[in-house]
């Protein structure tokens, strides 16, 4: 049986250059455990069990927004290597592949999308999503052109291998002001600066 | 006649229709003899990225820095665009042909607008390769040629025939409703998480008349036929003043669909039996359908498409993602690439000449 999961939001997860920074650093088994914590984190609510522990989680965003020396992170951020005993490493995700895909018709129980596979590359793919896999959060994002992305592997938590299929919208913040006029500016130099016949 | 990648003779027209099964683009590469060439639209090989119409003319060993002298855009809808600021980066001395627009400041406004959100991966491909091309001719210096219907965008005298390329469309009308289609969309581009989907129709396609010595061609983009006389077909078909005769090459508009055809395409703009070229599309409905089929081959027997309509099919993948895949009952597709090539050649200087034709990758003869 698959496990179709719905998670709580949480910016890393939308963020679709945290994998690529962080491959640069560290292996992908230990991105996966990352990753994997973050989306557990609610099980860890004891500071003993878990790898990362977090301040909080605008501490987080803060360091990995803003710090791109890693040498430079506080401990607490930080795994460290002395800390991945095998005992600690228990949740994990294997075998995944990835999607980042936009949706081009809304239908009356699904979506169709056109998706690009991030893990392989290749050729594109189309797809129908039905809606109730889409988590609550993320039903406000159900919009024509909206961007996703789709995860599909096997997790190990505690042991136990879980089927998963994991679709995320991405909701970055909106515009400021400095955005639309960056935009504007450049549309005017190109309007002053091209020749048209 | 053999497939070959030997440049055409400098008396030899080319005219040659490549395809890729729809999802990565079409494009027609124009030799208008004495190594002077044309390129319209553009597509990739989706595996490497790379523009497929460059790779071709480099096959050939065509200097494209300087011998490609003119890139036309005819739309900017995905299937026609990818790939083509890489095309320009490499074709130094071409002009760049888009189709007019009257409110300028709006539509780069809208192209800018959108170009920002790339970094969210929301830029939709059409004006990222826009976006681009732009960057391009504003460091070059170069012009931006205005297609309209009846305009000349390029003319070459070639051993005392004069070789030329018109736009037969869009239409004054079609250009003022592209004002107001940008109106549209520039209200819809905001959100950073979300791209615009074109759903736009293919009136405002440049279709391009080709006089190449006695002989005549027509490549008829995506343009569609309407019941409204302002645009269309039917507008080129009661409006135009540049055909002068009938042509023997047609390049069939919008992948053979139903919505592209009329009879009096074929009894008012072509010749009896045109050589007739003609690009599937795979995606979603397919194009063209047996019954269009049927009804194109009524009117010639050398009709060549790109490649063959592909059935739906699953990209091969591990194993275990395709059991989990496969145990959600989840519809997934490839877009499947199929390269064609329908490469036809003319010698201009000689009235009687007929068209010959070479096929290259999945490209095959309809009937």
Known sequence: MIETTSYDPHWILDNPFSDVNYNKQYSSH?????????????????EEDSL?????????????????????????????????????????????????????????????????????GGTYEVGDFFYDEVSKEDREYLKLGAIFYWSVGHSVRNGQVIKE?????????????????????????????LKWD | MNPSFDPPESNTAEISVLGTGGGYGECSIIHL??????VVDSCIDPLTHS??????????????????????????????ILGISELLENCKNAKLSLAKTTDRVKFLSFVSLDFQKLRSEATASSTFEINRCFDILKSRQQDII?????????????GGNRNEIISLSPSDYIISEFDKEISTLITEFGDPNQKIVFQTPNTKSIVLFLKLGNHRAILGADLEVTEDIRHGWLNIINSCQSIDKKASHFKVPHHG??????????????????????????????????????????????????????????????????KIISRQKRNLREDRYHFGLIQSRIDFCDPNAEWEVALFGNAFHVN
């Open chain 1, 52 to 120: 990362l522990g977090f301040k909080d989680e605008e501490d987080s965003q803060f360091d990995i927004q803003n710090k791109a020396d890693f040498s430079s992170y506080p401990d607490y951020f930080l795994p460290k290597f002395s800390e991945f005993s095998s005992h600690k490493i228990r949740n994990y995700i294997a075998n995944s592949q990835k999607w980042v895909g936009y949706i081009t018709e809304l239908n009356k129980d699904f979506y169709t999308a056109r998706l690009e596979d991030i893990t392989h």
């Open chain 2, 257 to 322: 669909s139903e919505n592209g055809y009329h009879s009096k395409i074929w009894i008012e703009l072509l010749k009896e039996n045109p050589l007739s070229t003609l690009t599937p599309w795979n995606r979603n409905n397919k194009l063209p359908t047996p019954d269009m089929l049927k009804q194109l081959i009524t009117h010639t027997d050398r009709l060549f498409m790109t490649s063959k309509l592909l059935k739906d099919k699953p990209k091969d993948r591990k194993k275990e993602i395709e």
């Open chain 1, 165 to 193: 299929s994991i679709v995320r919208f991405q909701r970055l913040p909106k515009w400021t002001e400095d955005d639309y006029n960056e935009a504007l500016d450049r549309a005017n130099d190109l309007n002053q600066t």
């Open chain 1, 30 to 46: 230990l991105i996966n455990i990352f990753n994997t914590q973050i989306l557990n984190r609610n099980q860890f609510s004891n």
């Open chain 2, 51 to 80: 523009s497929l119409p460059l790779n071709y003319l480099k096959k050939m060993h065509v200097d494209v820095a300087n011998d490609v002298k003119l890139i036309i855009c005819t739309h900017w809808h995905d299937d026609h």
């Open chain 2, 146 to 158: 205005s297609a309209v219907q009846d305009r000349l965008l390029i003319s070459l005298d070639q």
């Open chain 2, 33 to 38: 003899g004495n190594n002077s060439w044309v």
